[in-house]
């Protein structure tokens, strides 16, 4: 693979990851607002990586709490986009609905059995169970979606002469 080749591949794969990023987090400030009042209190759980504990219990928006969780859960969501879109993910998986559905499952059961209570995504601080599953749900879509729009502008570029 030449380094064109490469950063093409990381650019489709860093808007992969902003795309589930982006779905996940409407998600989670939705249900941050229908359950808490608070559109940032869901956000605020992940920055628990750098303030701690109580930052999951935090529910007003401010820099130290909510800019600090976003930039976690969307660094987080581009890792997974990575695996989504590996060759190894595209092999046992062909269909992107499958291998969505599979990375955002193990996203969950990493995110929520395998990690340290501290390196969660904090989502559980403030949101229930059922919101959290529609924010996994959400971020399978934002792969796909993600996914199916890189390939089509791809397309559109190179049937019409375009350099990609």
């Known amino acids: 693979m030449n380094l064109t ?3 093409r591949r990381w650019l489709r794969q860093l808007w992969i990851g902003a795309v589930a990023s982006a779905a996940s987090s409407a ?3 939705l249900e941050s607002v229908y ?3 608070h559109p940032a209190a869901g956000t605020n759980g992940a ?3 750098i303030w701690g504990h109580n930052a999951r219990y935090q529910r007003r928006a401010s820099l130290r709490y909510t800019l600090v969780g976003y930039v976690i859960h969307h660094a ?3 890792l997974w986009a990575v695996v989504y879109d590996s060759q190894a993910a595209k092999r046992l998986f062909p269909r992107p609905l499958y291998r969505a559905a599979v990375t955002a499952a193990v996203a969950a059961i990493v995110d929520y059995g395998v990690m ?3 390196f969660t995504p904090g ?4 949101l229930t169970r059922s919101a959290i599953v529609t924010a996994y749900i959400a971020f399978a879509g934002g792969l796909v979606f993600g996914s199916g729009r890189c390939k089509s502008r791809l397309r559109h570029r190179t049937s019409t002469g375009s350099n990609p």
Not at 123 to 126: A, I, K, M, R
């Open 5 to 7: 080749q490469n950063k």
């Open 116 to 118: 340290p209570r501290r």
């Open 35 to 37: 359950q808490r009042d």
């Open 76 to 78: 987080s969501s581009t």
């Open 27 to 29: 998600v989670v400030v």
């Open 123 to 126: 989502f559980e601080g403030q």
């Open 47 to 49: 920055s628990q990586w």
